[in-house]
T-cell receptor, first 113, second 112 residues
Framework: EAQVTQNPRYLITVTGKKLTVTCSQNMNHEYMSWYRQDPGLGLRQIYYSMNVEVTDKGDVPEGYKVSRKEKRNFPLILESPSPNQTSLYFC????????????FGQGTRLTVV | SQKIEQNSEALNIQEGKTATLTCNYTNYSPAYLQWYRQDPGRGPVFLLLIRENEKEKRKERLKVTFDTTLKQSLFHITASQPADSATYLCALSSNSGYALNFGKGTSLLVTP
C-alpha cells in the first residue's frame, strides 16, 4: 500500500530538548516536504527536498532542520524547540512538486511546554 | 506577495444539493492547481489536479474549473452527502517553483 509514515503521532516535550520527527515513504518519490498547520494560518511549508542530498527552505524554516540521506526518509529536526513550534506537522511526498498528487502522512501533533 | 484565498466561512448545504467552493489567487501564475480534502486531525487527501491549459476536470461527483483570466478555480460537489463534510483545500504550483502552496481551506457541512 502506498503510504507516507510519520512518527510519532503525538509528542509533548519541553523547551530546548532536541527532537526528531521521522517521515518515510514507500513510493520511490523524489520530492518530499514538511508542512506545519496552525488554526487560521493553514498549511505552511517548512522545508522541501527535490532528491537525495538536495534540500531547501520553504516559507517558515526558522528553528527547523532536515536531512535527506536516503530517498525514502526525510526527518524533521527541532534542535531547540520553543512553544511557538507547537503545531500539527505533516510530511508529504510526490513524484514532482506540482503536477502530480501529493501523499500526506497522518500528522504529528507536537506540544512544546 | 502571493496570495491564495478561500472562503473562511463554513459552507452549510443540504444533502443532495451542489456545493461550490471558490479558490482565488493573486500575484501568482500557477501551472497546476490541486484540490484536497482534509478531515479533522488527518492529513490532506488528493482529489483533483487541473493544469493551466485545461478549463475543466471531472471525477465522479466532483468538478473543478480553472480560469486563469479571473485567477479563480471553482470546485463543485454534486449530489452532496453528509460524508462529504470536511475541509477542502486548494493548492497551487508554478512551473518555475518547487513548492505546493495551500490556501487556508473552506469547511463544508452537508446536513441530511
Amino acid at each position: 500500500e502506498a503510504q507516507v509514515t510519520q512518527n510519532p503521532r503525538y509528542l509533548i516535550t519541553v523547551t530546548g530538548k532536541k527532537l526528531t520527527v521521522t517521515c518515510s515513504q514507500n513510493m520511490n518519490h523524489e520530492y518530499m516536504s514538511w508542512y506545519r498547520q496552525d488554526p487560521g494560518l493553514g498549511l505552511r511549508q517548512i522545508y522541501y527536498s527535490m532528491n537525495v542530498e538536495v534540500t531547501d527552505k520553504g516559507d517558515v524554516p526558522e528553528g527547523y532542520k532536515v536531512s535527506r540521506k536516503e530517498k525514502r526518509n526525510f526527518p524533521l529536526i527541532l534542535e531547540s524547540p520553543s512553544p511557538n513550534q507547537t503545531s500539527l506537522y505533516f510530511c508529504a511526498s510526490s513524484l514532482a512538486p506540482g503536477d502530480t498528487e501529493a501523499f500526506f502522512g497522518q500528522g504529528t501533533r507536537l506540544t512544546v511546554v | 506577495s502571493q496570495k491564495i484565498e478561500q472562503n473562511s466561512e463554513a459552507l452549510n448545504i443540504q444533502e443532495g444539493k451542489t456545493a461550490t467552493l471558490t479558490c482565488n489567487y493573486t500575484n501568482y501564475s500557477p501551472a497546476y492547481l490541486q484540490w484536497y480534502r482534509q478531515d479533522p486531525g488527518r492529513g490532506p487527501v488528493f482529489l483533483l489536479l487541473i493544469r493551466e491549459n485545461e478549463k475543466e476536470k471531472r471525477k465522479e461527483r466532483l468538478k473543478v474549473t480553472f480560469d486563469t483570466t479571473l485567477k479563480q478555480s471553482l470546485f463543485h460537489i454534486t449530489a452532496s452527502q453528509p460524508a462529504d463534510s470536511a475541509t477542502y483545500l486548494c493548492a497551487l504550483s508554478s512551473n518555475s517553483g518547487y513548492a505546493l502552496n495551500f490556501g487556508k481551506g473552506t469547511s463544508l457541512l452537508v446536513t441530511p
